[in-house]
């Protein structure tokens, strides 16, 4: 009686779930973004798992203690997606897709300019750091730090490709990016790792990252024509590639031997070469003016109530 009932039952539920339009172009837009998200963050545990499995866990520490440094470089870029998302997304609903071309490129310009001091303290001084924060025994971290350091800042160097393409719907290949990004990592892990230990590990990682940033900038240059390649942007690339061998060159010859005075110096010679290299507009230079204003008037106005209030 009870097979009869199981194969013949008197009420058949129903279980297809039925979604709505809406719905289903939420769940179809989101999803590969989640498997992106999976994969990506995936991509940051493998070196130290394929890490430990292959050398000892000394190697294992000092990767792990370097890996969240270059996490530093992905900050600036990370803050203004968030501004850069919902302006570029509701270009794309009015159909004013050619006003989203300049502001990927002065945003990604922008992003650049000030994510570089914070890569040439870590490509050019990465024995200071380490040594400044975790000992004398991590200093041989140092070739990670300066070969992470150089995949991570091309997240900031290609800008905002990944946003711009999230904007125009296209999950799909971001997924397939974070898909064939995290197979190379895994591939290049298997064959740096044993010879080359954590320096291996982070030549795998450098390259899985720089490779889906190309991949993504010739996507959006290729599908929306737009990159952010212009005359401007070719003139600051060349400054930085300049300043970067000439810091390198400077330590190895001595001239700058202490790393706190020598990065001092580079600051001020960067942001003085920024204000007279025409790399800003005339739009980008009233800006910076006006807020140069706001800044004055607020501490004008502040300090003083500031001396009341203690008085």
Known sequence: MSVYFIKKPPVKPEWKIKFSEPTRQLVRYSFPLLITATLLNLM???????????????AVGVYNAVYPLVGFLTLIIGSMGFVYIPVASKLWGENSTELIGPIYQIMTKWCFMLTFP??????VYPEFILMKLYGAEYASGAPVLRILAMGF??????GFNYHTIMASGDSDFLMKCSVASTGINVILNFMLIPEYSMVGAALASSISYTSIEILMTLRTWKKENMHPFTSMYRKLTFICAFMVVFMLAAKKTLLLSEAAWAYTAF?????????????????????????????????????????????
């Open 44 to 58: 940051t545990w493998t070196d130290t798992i394929m890490l430990g499995y292959f050398k000892s866990t000394e």
């Open 118 to 123: 914070v890569f040439v303290l870590m490509f």
């Open 153 to 158: 800042i091309a997240n900031s160097y290609f």
């Open 267 to 311: 600051f001020i010679v960067y942001l003085m070469i920024i204000q007279h290299s025409n790399i800003l507009d005339k739009n980008e230079v009233s800006m910076i003016s006006e807020m140069r204003k706001a800044i004055r008037y607020n501490i004008g106005v502040r300090i003083p109530d500031v001396f009341k209030i203690r008085a």
